[in-house]
């Protein structure tokens, strides 16, 4: 049930002497100087006003500084005013005009109503208004409704103005964490201490450090945080660290109008996703990333994404297909999670073909740890051979296998055409098997050098035909966990 609570004037009838306790409500919408010099005037002037005028005494100034007047809740000096008017200390208000009360027809009314209910005199000093006559109240309606509607032709004249300013290349300033305005404020310039924290965030994640691991990392180092605002300090989260990744001002680039306000009256801005023109305005500042470190995280988060179907998986992306029907390889754990496969499997695949991932990180790891980069002949691109120079020489060897230098080195990965049968690899001596096609891996380094290395595949359960048939065979066992793969099953089987 609504309940509406009615105010009714709880003073006691004044004597005729006492005097009446005016307060003055001041605002500007804007911070700029010339209304810095407004809202001091506005101030100034009313505290004298009362103070000079016979039988009136000087209840308070509320005053609210660069505030817009569409929604109370924003303008706390305004409702400290109210809750003073609600507790008996304030007998009349006075302000310049209807538009520095509210620019909110019906937020104007609620509150006129609401005062008068309570035997508070609202002065509008413009419109010579004085809510104690019935007819003033009614005008004021009226006038709200006017400045309303001028708040809100305001709004779309600054909303047109930034567009046609955007279109041209003069997009508003919003620096992000690592720069700042410019002196004269036409473009944005790097911060160098803050830079370096940028460096190393987008660094990290490239090099396959997640979020999670760089925020408690800039926590522990005592890195200095963000900025919110003037007044607010904000923290290393996970939820930034992602936003800094996404933002394409790192690369010197700047996309306008990414969020938009839809109402102006409650000025909550929401995701412009393609309701609004949006403009990319290449080049437009210093950059502190490059643009093919930027595109490689992004990369990044795509093929670590959980939220969406995945296309590749971090980190060998779309480098590993299989040898019999040329599909990407698809990462996942086998059951109870003991170990990571890739697997031949999804539409259109023929499902012949697994392998364990540790096989593969170790043939790979291996085969560049061993890479004779001092025989210029056996390399065709020079430009790659210099950068393998470069990353040979800051890593000599890796750990683990990553994305950034896979996507650097690596053109292609694959696997021996796997003719044997299990049971004919089963009957091989074990000199044998390790020779066989079925246990080698060719590897094609960008720079042209091709190399033929084992994968150490010794066991029959390791090879990838078997390990492709015990696989199947554990999905049918569990058709309630894995029910579309438990469909290419039996297609599979039907065909053959």
């Not at 003033?136 to 930034?162: C, D, I, P, Y």
């Not at 279109?167 to 201490?193: H, N, Q």
């Not at 080049?283 to 296309?311: V, W, Y």
Request: charged content about 30%; overall charge positive; some cysteine.
């Amino acid at each position: 049930m609504k309940v509406i609570k009615i105010y009714t004037p709880k003073r006691k009838e004044k004597k005729e002497t006492a005097l009446l306790r005016v307060a003055a409500y001041c605002r500007v919408s804007s911070k700029r100087d010339e209304q810095h010099t407004s809202y001091d005037m506005q101030i100034s002037v009313y505290r004298d006003k009362i103070e000079r005028e016979p039988g009136w005494t000087l209840a308070g100034i509320y005053a609210d500084y660069g505030l817009s007047g569409t929604r109370a809740e924003g303008r706390p000096q305004f409702l400290q005013m109210i809750k003073d008017c609600e507790e008996g200390k304030i007998d009349v208000v006075i302000t310049k005009s209807v538009s520095r009360f509210s620019r909110n027809t019906l937020e104007a009314v609620r509150f006129i109503q609401r005062l008068r209910g309570m035997g508070v005199r609202l002065i509008f000093e413009k419109e010579s208004i004085d809510t104690e006559s019935d007819y003033s109240a009614m005008l004021l309606t009226v006038l709200a409704a006017f400045a309303q509607e001028e708040s809100r032709s305001h709004s779309e004249n600054v909303k047109w103005g930034k567009r046609k300013r955007a279109m041209s290349g003069d997009a508003p300033l919003y620096p992000p964490y690592g720069y700042r305005k410019s002196a004269d404020g036409t473009t944005m310039v790097i911060v160098p201490e803050e830079a370096e924290v940028v460096r190393f965030i987008f660094r990290s994640y490239e090099r396959g450090m997640p979020i999670s691991k760089i925020s408690a990392e800039l926590l522990s180092n005592g890195t200095p945080p963000p900025r919110i605002d003037d007044n607010r300090v904000g923290r290393w989260e996970d939820s930034r660290i992602w936003q800094m990744l996404n933002n394409v001002k790192y690369m010197g680039d700047i996309i306008t109008q990414k969020r938009y306000t839809p109402d102006f009256i409650t000025g909550k801005e929401v995701k412009n996703n393609g309701t609004l023109p949006q403009n990319y305005i290449w080049g437009h500042h210093e950059a502190i990333i490059s643009e093919k470190q930027f595109n490689r995280c992004g990369d990044i988060q795509l093929m670590r994404s959980t939220s969406k179907i995945r296309p590749v998986q971090y980190p060998y992306a779309d480098i590993l297909k299989c040898p019999y029907c040329g599909h990407t390889l698809w990462q996942q754990k086998t059951d109870q999670g003991r170990c990571q496969c890739l697997f031949c499997e999804g539409d259109g695949a023929c499902r012949g073909f697994v392998i364990d991932r540790p096989i593969v990180d170790k043939a790979l790891l291996g085969a560049y740890a061993c890479m004779d980069v001092e025989r210029p002949e056996a390399y065709k691109n020079e430009k790659e051979l210099k950068l393998l120079h470069k990353i040979k020489e800051e890593f000599p060897s890796f750990s683990s296998v990553e994305y950034w230098w896979l996507d650097d080195l690596v053109e292609e990965i694959d696997f021996g055409k796997h003719s044997y049968s299990p049971t004919e690899l089963s009957a091989m001596p074990r000199e044998m098997r390790v020779n066989a096609d079925d246990s080698t891996m060719t590897i094609t380094w960008k720079c042209g050098l091709k190399q033929e290395v084992s994968t150490g595949i010794i066991r029959d359960s390791q090879f990838p035909r078997h390990k492709a048939i015990l696989w199947d065979a554990y999905v049918l066992r569990h058709e309630e966990r894995y029910p579309k793969q438990a469909e290419e099953v039996r297609k599979k089987w039907k065909r053959r």
